[in-house]
Protein backbone atom coordinates (compact mmCIF):
# COMPACT_ATOMS: atom_id res chain seq x y z
CA UNK A 1 0.00 0.00 0.00
CA UNK A 2 3.01 1.94 0.78
CA UNK A 3 4.42 1.85 -2.78
CA UNK A 4 0.59 2.78 -4.52
CA UNK A 5 0.62 5.86 -2.09
CA UNK A 6 3.98 7.20 -2.90
CA UNK A 7 3.42 6.17 -6.20
CA UNK A 8 0.37 8.56 -6.39
CA UNK A 9 2.52 11.37 -4.45
CA UNK A 10 5.06 11.22 -7.14
CA UNK A 11 2.79 11.12 -10.27
CA UNK A 12 0.64 14.14 -8.30
CA UNK A 13 4.27 16.04 -8.27
CA UNK A 14 4.79 15.57 -11.67
CA UNK A 15 1.49 16.28 -13.12
CA UNK A 16 2.13 19.54 -10.44
CA UNK A 17 5.50 20.30 -12.49
CA UNK A 18 3.63 19.63 -16.12
CA UNK A 19 1.24 22.27 -15.50
CA UNK A 20 3.52 24.72 -13.41
CA UNK A 21 6.00 25.24 -16.31
CA UNK A 22 3.68 26.26 -19.17
CA UNK A 23 2.35 28.73 -16.08
CA UNK A 24 5.58 30.15 -15.48
CA UNK A 25 6.46 30.34 -19.05
CA UNK A 26 3.38 32.72 -19.57
CA UNK A 27 4.11 34.63 -16.40
CA UNK A 28 7.17 35.57 -18.27
CA UNK A 29 5.73 36.69 -21.08
CA UNK A 30 2.82 38.75 -19.73
CA UNK A 31 5.95 41.41 -18.35
CA UNK A 32 5.74 44.13 -20.89
CA UNK A 33 7.97 43.59 -23.70
CA UNK A 34 10.76 45.47 -24.22
CA UNK A 35 11.22 47.86 -27.07
CA UNK A 36 14.55 47.59 -28.53
CA UNK A 37 15.53 50.90 -29.18
CA UNK A 38 18.35 52.29 -31.70
CA UNK A 39 21.58 53.27 -29.73
CA UNK A 40 21.58 56.87 -29.47
CA UNK A 41 23.49 58.91 -31.24
CA UNK A 42 25.76 61.13 -29.95
CA UNK A 43 27.28 63.99 -32.20
CA UNK A 44 30.71 61.88 -32.95
CA UNK A 45 33.99 64.20 -34.41
CA UNK A 46 34.45 63.44 -37.15
CA UNK A 47 38.17 63.26 -37.62
CA UNK A 48 39.59 65.95 -39.87
CA UNK A 49 43.42 66.41 -41.53
CA UNK A 50 44.28 69.43 -39.43
CA UNK A 51 44.91 72.55 -41.55
CA UNK A 52 48.60 73.14 -40.77
CA UNK A 53 49.94 69.65 -40.24
CA UNK A 54 52.18 68.69 -37.19
CA UNK A 55 56.01 69.74 -37.62
CA UNK A 56 54.90 72.89 -40.01
CA UNK A 57 56.97 75.85 -39.48
CA UNK A 58 54.55 79.47 -39.51
CA UNK A 59 56.52 82.59 -40.06
CA UNK A 60 54.33 84.87 -38.49
CA UNK A 61 53.43 88.47 -38.40
CA UNK A 62 52.42 89.81 -35.28
CA UNK A 63 50.12 92.98 -36.06
CA UNK A 64 48.89 93.84 -32.41
CA UNK A 65 51.47 95.35 -30.08
CA UNK A 66 52.79 93.05 -27.09
CA UNK A 67 54.80 93.82 -24.05
CA UNK A 68 55.45 92.61 -20.80
CA UNK A 69 54.61 95.80 -19.28
CA UNK A 70 51.61 96.40 -20.63
CA UNK A 71 50.25 93.30 -21.53
CA UNK A 72 48.22 90.61 -19.50
CA UNK A 73 47.45 86.88 -19.07
CA UNK A 74 44.30 86.23 -21.80
CA UNK A 75 45.20 89.43 -24.21
CA UNK A 76 44.09 88.46 -27.71
CA UNK A 77 46.35 88.79 -30.68
CA UNK A 78 46.36 88.55 -34.36
CA UNK A 79 49.17 87.87 -36.64
CA UNK A 80 49.54 87.67 -40.38
CA UNK A 81 51.53 83.85 -41.81
CA UNK A 82 53.76 84.90 -44.12
CA UNK A 83 55.81 81.86 -44.82
CA UNK A 84 55.31 78.85 -46.28
CA UNK A 85 53.10 80.43 -49.34
CA UNK A 86 50.04 77.77 -49.33
CA UNK A 87 49.60 79.69 -45.67
CA UNK A 88 50.52 83.22 -47.00
CA UNK A 89 47.83 86.13 -45.51
CA UNK A 90 46.50 83.46 -43.80
CA UNK A 91 45.16 85.24 -39.94
CA UNK A 92 46.60 83.60 -36.95
CA UNK A 93 44.65 84.45 -33.64
CA UNK A 94 45.95 83.88 -30.05
CA UNK A 95 46.33 85.22 -26.99
CA UNK A 96 48.85 85.84 -24.39
CA UNK A 97 49.01 82.57 -21.75
CA UNK A 98 51.65 84.02 -19.40
CA UNK A 99 53.91 86.63 -18.21
CA UNK A 100 56.79 86.40 -15.90
CA UNK A 101 57.59 89.76 -14.92
CA UNK A 102 61.22 90.56 -14.00
CA UNK A 103 62.93 90.13 -11.04
CA UNK A 104 64.92 93.33 -9.08
CA UNK A 105 68.05 91.24 -9.95
CA UNK A 106 68.53 89.20 -12.75
CA UNK A 107 66.04 91.59 -15.08
CA UNK A 108 64.53 88.27 -17.11
CA UNK A 109 61.14 88.98 -18.67
CA UNK A 110 58.86 86.50 -20.19
CA UNK A 111 55.86 86.03 -22.30
CA UNK A 112 54.20 82.63 -23.26
CA UNK A 113 51.96 82.94 -26.20
CA UNK A 114 48.95 80.81 -27.51
CA UNK A 115 47.71 80.09 -30.34
CA UNK A 116 44.15 79.56 -31.43
CA UNK A 117 43.34 79.82 -34.59
CA UNK A 118 44.65 80.26 -38.48
CA UNK A 119 41.74 81.64 -41.15
CA UNK A 120 43.24 81.15 -44.94
CA UNK A 121 42.54 83.74 -47.10
CA UNK A 122 40.70 80.85 -48.98
CA UNK A 123 38.04 81.00 -46.03
CA UNK A 124 39.32 77.16 -44.55
CA UNK A 125 39.83 78.00 -40.88
CA UNK A 126 40.73 75.35 -38.13
CA UNK A 127 42.36 75.40 -35.29
CA UNK A 128 45.88 75.79 -34.37
CA UNK A 129 48.07 74.35 -31.76
CA UNK A 130 51.73 75.42 -31.86
CA UNK A 131 54.82 77.38 -29.54
CA UNK A 132 57.28 80.06 -30.43
CA UNK A 133 60.73 78.89 -31.66
CA UNK A 134 62.18 82.36 -33.01
CA UNK A 135 61.77 85.69 -33.03
CA UNK A 136 62.70 87.67 -35.92
CA UNK A 137 63.24 91.22 -36.57
CA UNK A 138 64.84 94.49 -34.75
CA UNK A 139 62.62 94.43 -31.69
CA UNK A 140 63.29 90.99 -31.02
CA UNK A 141 62.90 90.28 -27.45
CA UNK A 142 59.86 92.75 -27.37
CA UNK A 143 57.48 89.99 -29.36
Known amino acids: MKSSFS ?3 ISFVAIAAMLA ?15 RRA ?7 TVVAPLVPIGTNLKIRIEDSLSSKDSRVGDKFTATAL ?12 HVSSI ?3 GKIKGRTS ?8 RLSDGRSGT ?15 A
Open 128 to 142: LHGYVTRVYGSDSGR
Open 83 to 94: DPVRFNEGTVTG
Open 21 to 35: MPLLVNAQRRTRPRL
Open 39 to 45: PRRTATA
Open 7 to 9: KRI
Open 111 to 118: MNLAFDSI
Open 100 to 102: QKS
